[in-house]
Every structure is written in structure tokens, then in C-alpha cells.
């Protein structure tokens, strides 16, 4: 079987930024296996701008970003297979993947990270009645018909879900002649960046019903029209407030969930939550050597933050490459029973509370950790004017006022390791929101 | 005198601001900060967007190619440049920065490529 120090799950822009970071961290034997026929993942059919701001300090588009990592890459010359689906991950690291190339081949890695990113919640999993005719597609889909193979997808559209991939797609279609008639979204509030809001929307004159939802979706053969419904407090159509629209398409753009197969398979611990894998500041997952990053481990709305997240996991698995290939020298000399240079570790959890969903990395080693630790994390509402906290066993270590807070845009803070200095005993880290 | 609403996109605050504007005098208020009094006055005197396509490209190994103007353009040229767009294609190998388009809708600003297409072997 043959042998790599890392196998990187996903060619994306995750995948590259943690190939990219691995080999600055001196690993030479890394291969990325990419399923797509070319490396970058969503950004290739991300064709607007908006995306470097943080990274490069300039704006670019997806595929221009995309080509900056490829060439990163390239410039390493850092290993790929394209066209190259992965099909099982085992607790030894030995990942099994399927090409037309080698058939079935399996490799053993000594780390895997994993950066498979995620995919649209589907219609099947909405519950809207209705046959099943031709011109309802997820937001994605219709981007990459439209952007990648020349499509037009459709002419007279309703989009239900305002996430980001929403908004894009409803400007996307005005440019290119569609009418969109109204942007549907069940919750109270939008779950996409207000930029996109304001620049995809408002520019276009692109109505915004919130608190509303697709109840019935008419056509046999194609989409004729779809019926929207206003909702309750508790997210149930409100009889007598159905509206009409006649449309030819109907994009979904209803959340996005990150692809796990292969992280359940190996049976690492999974976050309800996040539906990605739990993870230590070194975003390793519970088992060891198996480190996960970008979408596959909570949905991002910036690649900047994709990429940063990413290039830590890649410096983290180098060096567990590094300290396991240390510690086999060391043995044959005295037995050791920590990993080389590694002092025991304290994991300490760290806990969401009070309108905060969840924190990344959930548990974090005081002992072990860089200088500072980025803790991304969401929030369950809108909400104004209230303080982040964090505290340690109780005490108050920081306290940040928020204008606004909302679930789709992810905030972050950063724990410093002199901070826990005092707290050698410390047995939990809470994050939550508070009013006053 | 021509009132406006507008939403600061500057932060996800989002503050709801309304430009009054008088003559050659521009007020901007509900703002809470410096930045949306900015984004308010560039708003309202020249709204600009970067517009961003993709062209057909013929002779490469994919069939389209995503464009952009190379930098923002008045926002009321936005559907006459996107009609130069629909009509335009390019001819593979294309690299980034390719000029498609060399003067797009009298703006005097480029449509470039976005991404490099290899030519067919």
C-alpha cells in the first residue's frame, strides 16, 4: 500500500490553503484527492466579486481567488488526483478512493485532513407540496448551469430562502434577463450577508418577503406558477394569506449542510449542531491525526475565513507528522510515553450559552495552544445591543458590546493563552450573549 | 429637495439612512458612524458596481468564461454593459486579466477574464 505523510480530503479552496500550509510546514510527501475534474471547488461557478477583502486586501472573484491558491499550490508542486472520489476513510488512515485511472486504490496516510465542504439542503427535505416538474433547482445548481456550462435556466423566477447563494443567484438571473419576481424567506430575518441584501435586491428593485413560504408548487411538466404563504411565529403557513405568482423556475436556497459521509464512516464525534465534526483548537477531531477544515466543519460565509481556518489545520497536522516521525526515533532509544515534545495536555470544553448556537473549536488545550486561539462561532436570533462574554469557571474574562449580532454572519473572538494563566485548574470556557 | 433611503452596507449594522440633498448640500442622517455618512454621499452623487458575467469561449477545454469590468462602473450603465456581455465570446487560450471587451458601454472600462481557459488539444 502506498504510503503519504498527508492525504487532504477535497481540492477546494479549504483543501488547497491546508496543502499549501503543510508544506511551508516542511511536509513534502502530501497528496490532495479532488473529485471535480479541476481544483478550487465552489468558487470556480462563484463567478462574482467580493471574495480576497481579508486574505489578499483586494477584491476579487471566486475563480480568480481560487487561482491564486491553485497556483500556490502548483508553485509547491503539491500532488493531486482529479476526477478522484473518496469512498471510505478507516480509523488507520487508510483512505480508499475510486478513478478511471487506477480503479480502487486505497493509501495510508499518517495524517488526513479532511475538507470535503458541504452541500444544498434539497427540496426533499422541505415537505412542499406539489408534483415534480422541471424548474425547481437548488440555488447552486442553477449557479453552476448558468456560470459554468452556459445555461439560462430560466426565465420568470421565485427564489425561496434568502441565503447568500439566494441573493447572488436572484441579481445573476436580472443580469441575464430573467425576471425575479420575489425572494421568499421563512424566518424573520435574512440569513445572508446585508451587502448581498442591498447589492443583489435593493439595486434591482427584487422584493424580499420574510416570514413567508413556499405552500404549493403548481405545473406537471414544468413549474407554472407557486403559491406563497405568510407564516406564523411558529413557521406554519397562515390560512387566507396565500399569494399567486406564475414562474417558470423556483431556486431553493435553504441552508447548506457539510458532507460528513466519510467523516461518520471513520466515526469520529460529530456536533449536532454544526453537523460538521467536534474539533480541539489544532482542529483535530476526536480521532487522532484527522483534522478537519472549512465548510465540512461549520458553513463559512467568507473564504477568507476558509482559507485562514484551513492553513491552521494544515500547520497542525504537519506537525503531528512531525512529533509522531520524532517520537518513532525516540523509542527505539527509551520509552516515552507522551507524544515528543508534547507536556500533557488539559482540554478544557468550551460551551455555547444564552443565544450563542455553537463555538469551533469545542474544546481547547490551555497547555498545548498556540499564543492565541480564533473561536468561531454563530448566533440563534437577531439581536441589538448586547455583549459578548466569555467567562472561565464562572469569571468574566471579556466582554465585547455588539451593535448587532446575526445568525448569518458568523462572529469570532480570539482567546489569548496568557489569559489562562491564572486558571490552571480551569474546567470549562463559556460564550454567550448578554443584554446588560 | 430629493430625500433618499438608503441601507449602510459599511459593517453588518446596517443603519437606515436618509440623504437629503439640496442643491449642491448633501445631509446624511441615521448613521452611526463616519463610514455611512461616506457610503451615503457616494450613494447618492455616483452610485458604482463592479458587474461580473461569463462569455462563451470557443476552442477550450470548458465552453464558458467568467468576466468582470476591471474596475466599478456607474450603476446606471449596469444593463447596457451586460448587453455587450451577452454579445461578446472569446477565443481560447484565455488567461486572467484578458481583455474581452476593450471599452465596454462608453464607460471606458475593460471587461476581462477571470479565469484562465486552455486551449483544446
Do not use: W
Not at chain 1, 40 to 60: A, M, P, V
Not at chain 1, 75 to 87: A, F, G, H
Not at chain 1, 164 to 174: E, H, K, N, S, V
Amino acid at each position: 500500500m502506498m504510503e503519504h505523510d498527508i492525504v487532504i480530503i477535497g481540492g477546494g479552496p479549504a483543501g488547497l490553503a491546508a496543502a499549501v500550509a503543510a508544506r511551508k510546514a516542511g511536509i513534502q510527501d502530501i497528496l490532495i484527492l479532488e473529485r471535480d475534474s479541476c481544483l478550487g471547488g465552489i468558487l470556480n461557478q462563484c463567478i462574482h466579486n467580493g471574495f480576497g477583502l481579508h486574505t489578499f486586501k483586494e477584491e476579487l472573484t471566486g475563480p480568480e481567488y481560487a487561482a491564486r491558491y491553485i497556483a500556490m499550490a502548483e508553485e509547491e508542486k503539491i500532488p493531486y488526483r482529479l476526477n478522484t472520489m473518496v469512498i471510505d476513510i478507516s480509523k488507520e488512515k487508510e483512505v480508499t478512493f475510486i478513478n478511471r485511472e487506477e480503479g480502487l486504490s486505497t493509501v495510508k496516510a499518517k495524517a488526513v485532513i479532511l475538507a470535503m465542504g458541504c452541500r444544498e439542503r434539497p427540496r426533499g427535505a422541505l415537505n412542499i407540496p406539489g408534483y415534480r416538474p422541471a424548474g425547481i433547482y437548488s440555488a447552486g445548481t442553477a449557479q453552476r448551469l448558468m456560470n459554468i456550462e452556459g445555461y439560462s435556466v430560466g426565465k420568470e423566477v421565485v427564489i425561496l430562502g434568502s441565503g447568500d447563494i439566494g441573493l447572488i443567484m436572484a441579481r445573476r438571473m436580472t443580469l441575464e434577463g430573467a425576471k425575479v419576481k420575489v425572494v421568499a424567506e421563512l424566518m424573520p430575518y435574512s440569513g445572508g450577508l446585508k451587502r448581498n441584501i442591498v447589492q443583489c435586491l435593493d439595486d434591482y428593485g427584487i422584493p424580499l418577503k420574510l416570514s413567508h413560504t413556499v405552500v404549493d408548487i403548481q405545473g406537471k411538466e414544468r413549474v407554472t406558477g407557486i403559491t406563497l404563504a405568510e407564516v406564523g411565529p411558529d413557521r406554519k403557513p397562515i390560512p387566507g394569506t396565500e399569494e399567486h405568482y406564475d414562474c417558470d423556475t423556483l431556486l431553493l436556497s435553504v441552508g447548506l449542510i457539510p458532507e460528513n459521509e466519510l467523516s461518520r464512516g471513520i466515526g469520529v464525534t460529530m456536533s449536532p449542531v454544526t453537523s460538521g465534526p467536534e474539533v480541539n483548537d489544532c482542529l483535530e477531531t476526536s480521532q487522532e491525526g484527522i483534522f478537519a477544515c472549512g465548510n465540512v466543519l461549520h458553513v463559512h460565509d467568507l473564504v477568507d475565513y476558509v482559507s485562514e481556518e484551513a492553513t491552521l489545520a494544515g500547520r497542525n497536522a504537519a506537525a503531528y507528522v512531525q512529533a509522531m516521525e520524532k517520537s518513532s526515533e525516540e523509542e527505539s532509544g527509551e520509552e516515552s510515553g507522551e507524544k515528543a515534545g508534547k507536556k500533557a495536555g488539559h482540554q478544557v470544553p468550551l460551551k455555547a450559552e444564552n443565544g450563542v448556537r455553537y463555538t469551533v473549536p469545542q474544546t481547547l488545550d490551555i497547555v498545548n495552544m498556540q499564543d492565541s486561539v480564533t473561536v468561531r462561532f454563530r448566533v440563534a436570533d437577531v439581536y441589538k445591543d448586547r455583549y459578548i462574554t466569555v467567562s472561565y469557571d464562572g469569571n468574566t474574562v471579556l466582554r465585547r458590546k455588539k451593535k448587532v449580532l446575526a445568525p448569518g454572519e458568523m462572529e469570532q473572538i480570539v482567546l489569548k493563552k496568557e489569559s489562562f494563566s491564572d486558571y490552571p485548574e480551569l474546567k470549562n470556557i463559556v460564550i454567550r450573549t448578554e443584554v446588560e | 429637495m430629493e430625500v433618499r433611503e438608503l441601507i449602510c452596507i459599511g459593517c453588518p449594522l446596517g443603519c437606515p439612512l436618509t440623504v437629503r440633498m439640496e442643491g449642491s448640500e448633501i445631509s446624511v442622517t441615521g448613521n452611526t458612524c463616519k463610514r455611512g455618512e461616506d457610503y451615503a454621499k457616494k450613494e447618492v452623487l455616483s452610485p458604482t458596481r463592479i458587474v461580473t458575467s461569463s462569455v462563451p469561449v470557443k476552442g477550450g477545454v470548458i465552453g464558458m468564461v467568467s468576466v468582470k469590468t476591471k474596475s466599478d462602473i456607474p450603476k446606471d450603465k449596469i444593463f447596457q454593459v451586460m448587453k455587450e456581455i451577452h454579445e461578446a465570446s472569446a477565443q481560447a487560450p484565455v488567461a486572467i486579466g484578458d481583455v474581452i471587451i476593450p471599452d465596454c458601454a462608453g464607460t471606458g472600462i475593460p471587461v476581462i477574464a477571470t479565469k484562465a481557459v486552455e486551449a483544446k488539444a
